[in-house]
């Protein structure tokens, strides 16, 4: 071997070592589009989950088909204060934990039924603020009831059901006096 090839090895195991401390494989990337949260995609995808088991596909589109995740983290990103930005966040980051200690198995294991259930029953827990174990209860049903309003919420103002499911008029429609009742045409509100 020539001396240029064993010098040119040597600066490139040198170089890659001087790399290695900076390289940090164990946290996941934070998205960067929601600058005052901490969010992972691993916990984006957490939160997919539970609006799709809030509103499902069926006939209609569901939540996960209008992008009602991205409309959660911009209401929580934009709308909440400091203090409700950290209880959402420590209740997501709980969240995980808790759906393991109570249903036995992780969130995305469960089936559709249990998925429902456990979501009903997590929307009524309140804890002690006392206790840390109360805190955690707490913090995981203010990340629930928050999901569940802004999933709700991001759906029916969507474009998809302000114009294909739900009529919308941006003004009450004409006046006319001479209209008999039966004539009307009942709206679609439930698709």
Do not use: W
């Not at 071997?1 to 070592?17: D, E, K, T, V, Y």
């Not at 001479?178 to 679609?188: F, Y």
């Amino acid at each position: 071997m020539n001396r240029r090839h064993a010098l040119r090895h040597i600066a490139l195991i040198s170089g890659g070592l001087a790399l290695i401390p900076s390289c940090d494989f164990s946290k996941e990337d934070i998205l960067a589009a929601y600058e005052n949260l901490k969010i992972t995609a691993t916990q984006k995808a957490l939160i997919e989950a539970i609006s799709d088991s809030i509103i499902p596909a069926g006939e209609i589109k569901g939540a996960l088909d209008l992008a009602v995740p991205d409309f959660i983290l911009v209401m929580v990103n934009d709308c909440f204060t400091k203090e409700n930005q950290e209880k959402f966040t420590a209740g997501l980051e709980a969240f995980p934990d808790h759906a393991e200690k109570t249903a036995g198995k992780k969130f995305a294991d469960l089936s559709s039924k249990e998925k429902e259930t456990f979501l009903l029953q997590g929307l009524a827990l309140t804890g002690d603020e006392n206790s840390s174990e109360g805190k955690l209860l707490a913090q995981v049903g203010y990340f629930l009831s928050s999901v569940k309003r802004f999933t709700i919420q991001g759906y029916m103002v969507s474009e998809y059901i302000q114009t294909e499911i739900i009529p919308y008029s941006l003004i009450p429609g004409e006046y006319n006096g001479a209209v008999l009742i039966s004539d009307l045409q009942k709206t679609r509100v439930n698709g």
